[in-house]
Nanobody, 124 residues
Framework: QVQLVESGGGLVQAGGSLRLSCAAS????????MGWFRQAPGKEREFVAA????????YYADSVKGRFTISRDNAKNTVFVQMNSLKLEDTAVYYC?????????????????WGQGTQVTVSS
């Protein structure tokens, strides 16, 4: 069982930056690939980024590529997403998720555990 707790969300102006964190419980964090997803009002949840359990492979949605960077610290059971050059359309609730596998995945059903989410609001 893995529990995930996101933090770092908030209100930021367009063009600004935020760093989200996701702290995981359990001693096997390094055996989980991790992902970030987001859900904007009135829209379905969508993939943002993912990282393999070693951190050696990363995956990004086209909409965030070049602006967001996912990373992890296995010693601290934490995964991060650094979000730069934020746009209005990045406004959403951001969720982290864990997958018992080496590789990250773009697909929600392949993740085993989910956090409660953290709100990111980008203003003009």
């Amino acid at each position: 069982q893995v529990q995930l707790v996101e933090s770092g969300g908030g209100l930021v102006q367009a063009g600004g930056s935020l760093r989200l964190s996701c702290a995981a419980s359990g001693r096997t964090f390094s055996r989980y690939a991790m992902g970030w997803f987001r859900q904007a009002p009135g829209k379905e949840r969508e993939f943002v980024a993912a990282i393999s359990w070693s951190g050696g492979r990363t995956y990004y949605a086209d909409s965030v590529k070049g602006r967001f960077t996912i990373s992890r610290d296995n010693a601290k059971n934490t995964v991060f997403v650094q979000m730069n050059s934020l746009k209005l359309e990045d406004t959403a609730v951001y969720y982290c998720a864990a997958r018992w596998d080496y590789s990250g995945s773009y697909f929600e059903p392949t993740y085993d555990y989910w956090g409660q989410g953290t709100q990111v609001t980008v203003s003009s």
